[in-house]
């Protein structure tokens, strides 16, 4: 069970963990390249250490983080102790702990594997059905048109599914089935690594599973976040799910070609989510159409040259 937001670990009907499932590499690369420890401690699970918490017989509350470095606070309350004999007098004490600390330890390693390979990874977060896999599927042709390498690690809870549509595009992919889970984390995406080896100068993109929660909270190393909506979800999906888009650095809205059958407004959808994060940049496309997607694509070539 995760110890943050309280999803299974089952990876799978089968069990025993997220199951990664290569389907493209570079011939011949050996999958010792990215060395890494199995320690399944980081995710907070049940049966595992939880960063040295002690789940005693006192009640604790999970209080998430707002703030944007995605941390999650394990906050414990305790009576306090008895003084020379005579028991507190119902004062407690508030421990705090960041039960997302292994994680973002994790989380370090990967940034620092793909920054010695300049490789530029992008986290590409959504609600189901946004549009993410579409979107890929273009991204991939027009840029390995371009000559440019892009790799992509899928996270869906079951199926290959989309790992064989963005294969079928001619990109480099591994799949990751969570099971019941509902986000990936960074552990996940080392053991990714080491299946797909992408080359050094490359672009890799993270399909995280869809949903508007608990991927937020996860950092994976990646060097930018994206949240993609379509006009199909409502207009206040970012101050519904605020956290989502406070974490992001782009916001795509997708599917513009269907605005004059749905009841959207993207523009009143951007100040929604500049309420969250001012700064917040926005593009409206279609990946079906391919209308806007040069923003897209000029995006991706900044985070290339400019990384910051």
């Given at each position: 069970m995760c110890g943050t937001c309280g999803c299974a670990d089952g990876g799978g009907q089968g069990g025993g963990g997220p199951r990664i499932?290569?389907?493209?590499?570079?011939?011949?690369?050996?999958?010792?390249?990215?060395?890494?420890?199995?320690?399944?401690?980081?995710?907070?699970?049940d049966g595992h250490d939880h960063a040295g918490h002690d789940h005693g017989g006192h009640g604790h509350t999970r209080v998430s983080g707002g703030g944007l470095d995605g941390d999650s606070v394990m906050r414990d309350s305790v009576p306090a102790p008895a003084v020379d004999g005579v028991a507190g007098d119902g004062e407690t004490i508030t421990l705090e702990q960041k039960v997302l600390a292994k994680n973002e330890d994790l989380?370090?390693?990967?940034?620092?594997?793909?920054?010695?390979?300049?490789?530029?990874?992008?986290?590409?977060?959504?609600?189901?059905?946004?549009?993410?896999?579409?979107?890929l599927e273009r991204t991939i042709r027009v840029l390995t048109g371009r000559g440019r390498p892009v790799a992509v690690i899928e996270g869906d809870q079951e199926t290959t599914l989309d790992a064989e549509r963005i294969g079928g595009a001619g990109g480099s992919v591994v799949q990751i089935n969570t099971g019941a889970g509902c986000h990936l984390d960074?552990?996940?995406?080392?053991?990714?690594?080491?299946?797909?080896?992408?080359?050094?100068?490359?672009?890799?993109?993270?399909?995280?599973?869809?949903?508007?929660?608990?991927?937020?909270?996860?950092?994976?190393?990646?060097?930018?976040?994206?949240?993609?909506?379509?006009?199909?979800?409502?207009?206040d999906k970012p101050?519904?799910?605020?956290?989502?888009?406070?974490?992001?650095?782009?916001?795509?809205?997708?599917?513009?070609?269907?605005?004059?059958?749905?009841?959207?407004?993207?523009?009143?959808?951007?100040?929604?989510?500049?309420?969250?994060?001012?700064?917040?940049?926005?593009?409206?496309?279609?990946?079906?159409?391919?209308?806007?997607l040069s923003g897209w694509y000029d995006w991706l070539d900044e985070r290339a040259h400019h990384p910051g």
């Amino acid at each position: 069970m995760c110890g943050t937001c309280g999803c299974a670990d089952g990876g799978g009907q089968g069990g025993g963990g997220p199951r990664i499932t290569g389907f493209t590499r570079p011939p011949g690369h050996p999958h010792g390249g990215h060395g890494h420890e199995h320690d399944h401690a980081g995710h907070g699970h049940d049966g595992h250490d939880h960063a040295g918490h002690d789940h005693g017989g006192h009640g604790h509350t999970r209080v998430s983080g707002g703030g944007l470095d995605g941390d999650s606070v394990m906050r414990d309350s305790v009576p306090a102790p008895a003084v020379d004999g005579v028991a507190g007098d119902g004062e407690t004490i508030t421990l705090e702990q960041k039960v997302l600390a292994k994680n973002e330890d994790l989380a370090a390693l990967n940034r620092a594997w793909l920054a010695e390979r300049d490789i530029v990874a992008v986290n590409m977060m959504s609600s189901p059905g946004a549009g993410k896999t579409t979107l890929l599927e273009r991204t991939i042709r027009v840029l390995t048109g371009r000559g440019r390498p892009v790799a992509v690690i899928e996270g869906d809870q079951e199926t290959t599914l989309d790992a064989e549509r963005i294969g079928g595009a001619g990109g480099s992919v591994v799949q990751i089935n969570t099971g019941a889970g509902c986000h990936l984390d960074a552990e996940m995406v080392r053991g990714a690594l080491t299946t797909l080896a992408p080359p050094a100068g490359s672009l890799l993109l993270v399909e995280n599973v869809g949903n508007l929660v608990c991927p937020a909270l996860f950092d994976l190393g990646e060097r930018s976040r994206v949240v993609i909506i379509s006009v199909t979800e409502g207009t206040d999906k970012p101050i519904k799910y605020p956290h989502m888009f406070a974490v992001a650095d782009l916001m795509i809205i997708n599917k513009i070609d269907l605005l004059p059958y749905v009841d959207f407004d993207p523009d009143q959808c951007e100040k929604h989510a500049r309420s969250v994060r001012p700064n917040l940049k926005t593009l409206q496309v279609s990946a079906t159409t391919g209308e806007g997607l040069s923003g897209w694509y000029d995006w991706l070539d900044e985070r290339a040259h400019h990384p910051g």
